[in-house]
């Protein structure tokens, strides 16, 4: 139990409540309640003046405003603190006397504040009562212009503050969306963020170089675009995204991007996100609407490429451009299914769009007719590829569940590398087979009866190694989580070279796994695998890795 002490006596006890009715005879339970938030702090004392010397501001949150004096030390900011408290305190006990309760007070501490505050000379006083005042008109005329340079000042210095607080979020914004988006983004981003601040904090010198500077903002900042001056934060531009399975592989650097700065389209879609989602979604619904909203919106980024007035909606209203997004669709090599659903969810939002169109639309219900019409001859076009895909999806599986459970057989039909079943298999970490039941195949194959031994291999093939403090292959240096390092601290490695430099880090724990287990165990039944056997051989990092990190490893 904390020990309190007295406001009264100056005594420490562990129960100050029973002590101030039983010893003062605190009968008065607003006295009692002020005299404890007294001793614990627990008193509203935001608003008011400051105490520090020399500052002397009206703030409405002391508690801030104090700890923004760095000339001071932390002693006597907490001691500044806690005289604006003990002031709220006594002024409400002084209110309480007045106001002539009927239980009467014992505690005299509001009486004797004046004496209090000049015997304690820790407590800093107000720098107005300290003030002698002169009779010489021109000292009274120079105080008053100090007075008001003074006041000037504080309000330049909360502007000031109040910028570089906005200042400092829209950087945290920009960071973070930075780790997801491609360098040319970027560079749009943090050019429209600069833009903002207006044209002569743009005309500085020093800043410029220092933000070109600066390894955060690329170099290679064109094509700046007006950001609206909001203070919410915005939501990011892609939204939920589907699996990678239904995005193209290689992404390239000029591919169209949502015109986000557009009011009227940042409406409309987030208007159709609620009506798909419905007034109680799941977590799972949020997710398929996300996913639909994204292939809506990259479809608007091609339909706006190049356009200017898109409020209006006109840059819709064309037909051969549609036709040329679909056929783009088809030489990213996403599958049929995959293209069907981006038909589908435009065809929705077309049809949301012409039953409620905004009022800057300028399409006529002629337009959003053909339209509507377009977008269901293109779904009607792929059905015939959708029937013949799912036909082969089919008989894959027919195969495989109607043939010889072997792993000749299911290596020799997973040959052909455009067979989708392919993506079902896990290859089996001590031979080069394809197998669906990896479990059955360690045990019946490999003769593995040991069941840690089992689940570490099913693991490694399954990419599910928990990489947890590991040093980092390229560095040498240790981190938490290698694969995020990888990303974000080698830039210069594309996404075939993490995955690879990933494979041979699980690897290497794997047979780190499997040594303890032979370590440990009594080896009944024993450790048949043999991953763990060359422990001092080096990692076998990719020639193509070793060629960019040449020198670091």
């Given amino acids: 139990m904390p020990v ?7 005594c420490s006890y562990a129960r100050l409540g029973q002590h101030l009715v039983t010893m003062h005879s605190v009968k008065n339970p607003e006295e009692r309640k002020l005299l404890l938030a007294m001793e614990s702090g627990r008193v509203n004392a935001r608003a008011g003046l400051c105490p520090v010397p020399a500052c002397g501001k009206l703030s409405h949150r002391l508690d801030h405003h104090i700890r923004t004096h760095s000339e001071v030390s932390e002693g006597v900011q907490d001691e500044a603190l806690r005289f604006c408290k003990r002031r709220v305190c006594l002024a409400k006990l002084t209110a309480l006397r007045a106001s002539d309760p009927a239980v009467p007070m014992v505690s005299t501490l509001d009486l004797e504040q004046h004496q209090l505050m000049e015997e304690d000379t820790s407590i800093p006083q107000d720098p107005e009562d300290l003030e002698e005042e002169c009779d010489n008109p021109g000292c009274k005329k120079q105080k008053e212009l100090l007075r008001t340079q003074v006041g000037d000042l504080k309000r330049q210095v909360d502007t000031l503050s109040e910028t570089l607080r906005m200042v400092t979020r829209r950087y945290r914004i920009l960071k973070r969306r930075s780790t997801s988006l491609g360098s040319a983004r970027i560079g749009q981003v943090a050019q429209r963020l600069l833009s903002s601040l207006g044209p002569e904090e743009e005309e500085c010198g020093p800043v410029e170089e220092d933000v070109k500077s600066s390894p955060e903002v690329p170099s290679d900042m064109q094509q700046p675009r007006d950001l609206p001056d909001t203070g919410e934060e915005k939501p990011d ?12 592989q290689d992404v ?14 940042n409406k409309i879609v987030e208007e ?50 549609i036709h040329s997004w679909v056929s783009s669709l088809r030489q990213a090599k996403m599958a049929v299914t995959t293209i069907q659903h981006y ?17 800057s639309c300028r399409l006529s219900s002629k337009a959003l007719v053909g339209l509507r019409r377009e977008m269901g001859s293109l779904r009607k076009s792929l059905k015939r590829d959708v029937a013949v895909h799912q036909t082969a999806v089919k008989e894959g599986k027919e195969t495989y569940k109607n043939g010889e459970s072997s792993c000749s057989n299911i290596l020799s039909y997973t040959s052909i590398p455009t067979e989708p079943f392919d993506k079902m298999l896990l290859t089996c970490p001590l ?5 669906k039941h990896l479990r059955h195949h360690l045990r019946s194959q490999h003769q593995i009866e040991d069941g840690e031994e089992r689940k570490v291999l099913l693991r490694l093939a399954r990419g599910r190694i928990k990489l947890r403090n590991t040093r980092c292959p390229q560095c040498g240096i240790i981190y938490e989580n290698v694969e995020r390092h990888f990303k974000s601290g080698h830039p210069e490695l594309t996404g075939k070279m993490v995955k690879l430099l990933t494979k041979e880090l699980e690897k290497k724990v794997a047979e780190d796994q499997l040594q303890t287990i032979r370590d440990s165990q009594q080896l009944d039944p024993p450790v048949l695998s043999a991953l763990d056997v060359p422990v001092e051989s080096p990692l076998a990092i990719p020639e193509e890795c070793l060629q960019l990190g040449a020198g670091q490893v």
Avoid at 252 to 265: G, T
Avoid at 352 to 358: A, G, W
């Fill in 4 to 10: 309190e002490t007295c406001p009264l006596c100056l």
């Fill in 237 to 248: 531009v892609d939204g939920a995204k589907p699996s990678t399975s239904q995005q193209p």
């Fill in 431 to 435: 031979c080069p087979a394809k197998i």
């Fill in 272 to 321: 159709y996100r609620r009506h798909r989602e419905g007034p109680y979604p799941g977590n799972k619904l949020k997710e398929n609407v996300g996913c639909q909203v994204y292939r809506i919106k990259k479809f608007l980024a091609v339909m706006s490429r190049g356009k200017k007035n898109l409020a209006d909606f006109r840059f819709l209203n064309d037909t051969a451009r």
């Fill in 252 to 265: 390239d650097e000029d591919q169209p991007h949502y015109p986000d700065h557009v009011a009227v389209l």
């Fill in 343 to 359: 038909v589908l969810n435009v065809g929705c939002f077309m049809r949301f769009l012409s039953e409620t169109p905004p009022q």
